[in-house]
């Protein structure tokens, strides 16, 4: 076995190792918040806070209405029980109560608009409470099988680690470091190369014969003269 071969087996089991943690961190952030429901969550704030502004405007359109009534009432009472003697007061107090009717009018037109506005904001709200239901719905069904899959990664994930610190023991402490120094160093985390063909796997560059043999069968590890990563001749 050539020096590089235990390097090389590491490397393939973690660069699997790599993928599992990758997918595992996806599948616990799509576990921890699902972007539907969030869209869901705002939007149903949005249309609650609407509808408590509807509710707020009818609320106090009644109110208006309500002492408007009692205003005329009073002002109808006045006129009709015939306690007003003097004429131009009569007058005033007529001209009074007309303009306090058209006044209930148009408050009657105002607060049935309002009203129509609060039924719309309350049937928009009902909308998006459903839509978060259904994506809340949607996400729980989907966490079944992301659970599944994060359980399976994870002893996968257990598993591997066990096997790389056996194949850890049999690797001299200067090999691994400069593998954890080339892993380091490298985004796609890989420090050992494939030659294959008489050329690296991972620059395409072609070794000389002398370097092809040092990797085959030397007493140091050979580094690719292309990307300096060690190389392993399969
Ligand atoms: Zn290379």
């Known amino acids: ?34 972007p539907a429901v969030t869209h869901a969550q705002a939007e149903l704030a949005t249309a609650q806070k609407t509808r408590m502004g509807a509710a707020n405007d009818v609320k106090s359109l009644e109110s208006e209405a309500r002492s408007q009534e009692e205003k005329l009432k009073a002002d109808e009472d006045r006129l009709y029980t015939g306690k007003i003697k003097a004429p131009k007061e ?37 909308n998006c409470r459903d839509a978060l239901d259904q994506a809340t719905r949607h996400w729980q069904e ?31 402490r200067g090999d691994l470091e400069i593998y954890t120094a080339l892993r380091t160093k490298r985004a796609s985390g890989v420090a050992v190369a494939l030659v294959k ?10 070794p000389s014969s002398v370097l092809l043999q040092h990797a085959r ?11 300096g990563r060690i190389m392993f001749v399969g």
């Not at 007058?91 to 058209?102: F, G, M």
């Not at 063909?197 to 072609?206: I, K, N, P, V, Y």
């Not at 069968?217 to 990307?227: D, N």
């Open 1 to 34: 076995m050539s020096k590089a071969e235990q390097l090389y087996r590491l490397q393939l089991l973690d660069t699997d190792l790599d993928r599992a943690r990758k997918q595992l961190r996806e599948i616990e952030s799509a576990l921890a918040s699902n």
């Open 142 to 172: 989907d966490s079944v099988s992301l659970r599944q899959t994060r359980d399976q990664l994870k002893d996968r994930i257990t598993a591997d680690e066990e096997k790389r610190e056996a194949i850890c023991v049999s690797i001299p």
């Open 217 to 227: 069968t030397g007493s140091s590890l050979a580094l690719c003269s292309g990307c």
């Open 90 to 126: 009569m007058i005033d107090l007529q001209r009074e109560v007309e303009v306090l009717k058209k006044h209930r009018a148009e408050m009657d037109e105002t607060l049935f608009a309002a009203m129509l506005v609060l039924e719309e904001a309350v049937a928009a709200e009902k």
């Open 197 to 206: 063909g008489g050329a690296c796997s991972q620059c395409g560059e072609s």
